[in-house]
């Protein structure tokens, strides 16, 4: 290999520790200012996905503010009035969840058939869950701003106290807003970027550097751009199936189950919780568990069928992206190192650590070596 041919003299471990060091201070920086970094690099990402339907609008439009104003105002028109027909559903659930929770702890008849149907352990456990006070404080919600407000202090304290800091609601947005303005503010510089970016390099280190991340951004393309596309029509799909069949929490649990998908094939995890929510599921409406919990996984089976025979072959094509197994080692990782800044940049991280190991890989194979 290309790092085998120079010999490893006193200089060369040196720089070979100095270059870990660093390496080792960088991302002990990152991990101290993640709560800082999360808006931009976030922001970031969304630029990057967005930036190639500018790119076609300015095709049609030249000015590039004109095409970024255009299209981030399609994006708000699109997310308006799919959040305007999700969150009133969402909100109906977590109602009708509430309820259910009640009856799981109050319910004598209920207590009865799940005596009767489900072993003691199974039913107890989903007591004693029913029961925990995080769970009853979400439940109790009665609007979507308080809802994501008591799911962030849970989920991400940190990242909550950095964009509220308050419960003010203004406030809370205004902090969020940040990540707006960074994604607006690359999407307009986008292409200025790569166009003069290239003059910042030393002549000797540009074609090489600009190779690289022309491998880097078709990995990108790959793992990242087709796969999000992937998870969002999947978890779409699994909504939809769970509403029908009537599962409690369906288009909540649909849509997470969709976002699992992020990691191909991870979204076998979302059998556990759905198998749970089918089990309360007959118990409320006295069918059977094996008929509930069989239903649950036709969803799955359905929805699994679709997308390797249609979803995946129509976004992905012919391109193979990481193995599912790389792309969660990747994921757990980066989340040890960085926390939820890792989980974020996990994916991006690996495709550019990818892009180079190739680079290296071509290198070898210009040089002649075995």
């Not at 902090?175 to 970016?197: C, Q, T």
């Not at 078709?218 to 978890?235: E, I, K, N, P």
């Not at 193995?323 to 974020?344: D, E, Q």
Request: aromatic share 8%; with cysteine.
């Amino acid at each position: 290999m290309v790092l085998n041919n120079r010999p490893y003299t006193f200089d060369r471990v040196f720089r070979l520790a100095a270059t870990g060091g660093i390496l080792y201070a960088v991302v002990s920086l990152m991990a101290h200012l993640s709560d800082v970094l999360i808006p931009f690099v976030i922001a970031f990402l969304l630029a990057y996905l967005l930036n190639p339907v500018v790119a076609r609008v300015q095709e049609r439009v030249p000015n590039r503010v004109a095409a970024v104003a255009l299209t981030l105002t399609a994006v708000t028109f699109i997310v308006t009035i799919v959040a305007a027909v999700t969150i009133p559903l969402m909100m109906g659930e977590l109602a009708h969840m509430a309820a259910l929770a009640r009856k799981v702890l109050s319910d004598a008849d209920l207590a009865a058939r799940a005596s009767a149907s489900l072993p003691p352990e199974i039913w107890e456990a989903i007591r004693d869950y029913a029961a925990q006070d995080n769970l009853r404080e979400l439940l109790k919600q009665r609007d979507f701003w308080s809802l994501a407000q008591a799911i962030l202090r849970k989920v991400l304290p940190s990242v909550w106290g950095l964009v509220a800091g308050t419960t003010n609601i203004l406030i809370g947005l205004v902090g969020m807003s940040v990540i707006g303005l960074y994604m607006v503010f690359m999407l307009l510089d986008f292409r200025r970027i790569k166009a003069e970016g290239k003059n910042l390099l030393p002549p000797s280190w540009r074609e090489p550097v600009l190779e690289f991340l022309r491998e880097f951004d078709a990995s990108m393309s790959r793992y990242f751009r087709a796969q999000a596309v992937v998870a969002l029509l999947v978890g779409i799909l699994f909504a939809v199936g769970f509403s029908l069949i009537g599962l409690p929490m369906g288009i909540v649990l649909g849509l997470f189950v969709g976002a699992l998908n992020m990691v191909p094939y991870l979204q076998i995890i979302g059998t556990i919780p759905a198998g749970l929510l089918a089990v309360v599921m007959a118990l409320e409406t006295g069918n059977g568990v094996f008929t509930a919990v069989g239903l649950v996984l036709l969803v799955f089976i359905v929805v699994q069928g679709i997308q390797d025979a249609v979803i995946v072959p129509k976004v992905m094509g012919e391109v193979t992206g990481m193995s599912p197994a790389m792309i969660l080692l990747s994921i757990s990782i980066w989340g040890k190192l960085l926390g939820f800044l890792g989980l974020v940049i996990a994916l991006p991280a690996t495709c550019l650590a990818t892009a180079y190991y190739q680079r290296l890989i071509t290198l070898d194979k210009k040089t002649g070596n075995p």
